[in-house]
């Protein structure tokens, strides 16, 4: 009897922690690992460095989007504009709480703006700090 206990218990534990786990902490997860493979000196994203790249004027891409802040506003908890003037919510999670749920969304648009912004892809370790400013805003 003691056994369908155990694994009673077992299945317990997992379903808690992956009702925990949210899309969020998956996506960020990810990045994690693609980021401690991408260099060995990698330990943890940081919501300074993502406000950086959030804040930097960059210019590396289309002159017109020197910048993150160019479409999504020098705040995070603003809204922002599109080139065209078509509102963008905010992007900080405290404001705009469906945010980042979705990881097909979340490279699309990082692969898309980091292209126009810095002209090249965002590194894992640049996506993941990013995020983790946006959540903790
Ligand atoms: C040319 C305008 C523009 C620029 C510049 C821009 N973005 Fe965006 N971004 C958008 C639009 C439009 C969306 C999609 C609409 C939305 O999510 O509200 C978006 C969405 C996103 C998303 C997905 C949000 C979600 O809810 O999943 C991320 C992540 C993102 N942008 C990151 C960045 C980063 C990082 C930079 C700077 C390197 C940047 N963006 C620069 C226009 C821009």
Known sequence: MIKPIMVMG??????MGAAHAGPRETILEAL????SA??????EFTAERGEQLFQANIG???PE???CTSCHSNSATNAGETRA???IEPMAVSV???RYMDPEKVEKWFRRNCNSVIGR???ALEKGDFLTFMINQ
């Open 85 to 87: 003037g078509k509102l």
């Open 121 to 123: 892809e965002c590194t």
């Open 10 to 15: 077992l299945v317990t534990v997992l379903s």
């Open 60 to 62: 590396t891409g289309k």
């Open 65 to 67: 989007t020197p910048s």
């Open 32 to 35: 994690a690992a693609q980021a």
């Open 38 to 43: 991408d260099s060995a000196d990698f330990t």
């Open 96 to 98: 705009s709480p469906s």
